[in-house]
């Protein structure tokens, strides 16, 4: 396992997006977040458009995320902060939506790839590829592959956004598209592994040319995310009471989306590109299997994997611009 070891950043689970951007100025620097009006990622649109950022957010349903937008940011200066449809399930929308971006010829300075689902009900896109892994990762493999033109040469960043979860599962190099035994929770772990291993594989590729990636777990949080896990199921697995509140050691939303923030924009990490990150600092490896606790699995931080990885999903997509 490569380079997973904290930094002592002067952050921790505590932390809010706010605060690891207190004093930071992104005034002239682009951002876009996917999934960024909602849960995690309207915390971290929030964040980044207070800094002074320009932040594209694109999402599957625009009318809805401009109202969430309003609501959040009511004061933010015209075109600070722009909305965007994007289906990470449907190529032709990932193309569409980048050709769109390379058009204004703008650079593009942070990628937080946040959208994704969580133990949804077998589903395949029109491709056949299980909804999961299409979603939280070929999707995001697609669209970086695609923005590659725009990654600002002087140093852009891309975040991807994991999660402890992918403790439950490597990449099931055998079967990734779950065509026998579905299992919604072991295909959101794969999925979860394959965001880790992006990231890996990817700063190896675009290291040279300025480009940073990491991957992160943001902790456990109630949001959105969970809208395919019944609520008596959340109270059996222990992340609420019965009056809804949140178990202990769940974070807030802002406080779940500090540490994707924390990896777009801090120094300390110019030298770490590829690591996993959470509690805004680099993770260390997992020595249990408490995902409360975190660190990161062997598997999730292996560079042959990575590079296997990215020879799948680029056949896959049929796209690889970093080679």
Not at 24 to 50: F, H, I, M, P, W
Not at 131 to 153: D, I, K, Y
Not at 229 to 238: H, N
């Amino acid at each position: 396992m490569r380079r997973q070891r904290p930094l002592g950043s002067g952050f921790g689970a505590a932390g809010t997006a706010d605060d690891v951007l207190a004093g930071v100025d992104l005034t002239g620097r682009t951002a876009l977040v996917t999934g960024g009006a909602s849960g995690l990622g309207l915390e971290a649109t929030r964040a980044l458009a207070r800094a002074g950022a320009r932040v594209l957010v694109a999402v599957r349903r625009p009318a809805a995320a401009e109202t969430a937008l309003r609501a959040a940011l009511p004061a933010a200066p015209h075109g600070a902060v722009t909305v965007h449809a994007l289906d990470l399930a449907d190529p032709a929308a990932i193309r569409d939506f980048a050709d769109g971006f390379l058009a204004t010829g703008r650079a593009l300075d942070l990628l937080i790839a946040n959208a994704g689902v969580m133990a949804c009900p077998e589903t395949r896109t029109d491709a056949g590829w299980e909804l999961h892994f299409a979603v939280n990762h070929l999707g995001h493999h697609a669209l970086v592959n695609r923005l590659r033109p725009a990654l600002n040469p002087s140093g852009s960043r891309i975040v991807a956004v994991a999660s402890a979860g992918h403790f439950l599962s490597d990449i099931r190099w055998h079967d990734p598209h779950f065509r026998t035994g579905y299992d919604r929770w072991l295909a959101y772990a794969q999925s979860k592994t394959a965001n880790a291993l992006f990231a890996l594989h990817l700063d190896t590729l675009g290291a040279d040319d300025g480009l940073r990636a990491y991957s992160v777990h943001p902790g456990s949080i109630l949001t959105p995310l969970q809208r395919h896990v019944p609520r008596d199921e959340q109270i059996a697995q222990g992340w609420m009471d019965a009056d809804g509140t949140p178990a202990a050691g769940f974070k807030s939303p802002a406080q779940g989306a500090a540490t994707a923030v924390w990896a777009a924009t801090s120094p300390l990490l110019a030298d770490h590109g590829g690591v996993y990150c959470q509690d805004c600092d680099i993770a260390g490896p997992a020595t249990t299997d408490d995902m409360l606790v975190g660190g990161v699995k062997p598997w999730a931080a292996d560079p042959e994997s990575a590079a296997r990885l990215w020879d799948l999903s680029a056949r896959l997509t049929g796209l690889d611009a970093f080679a």
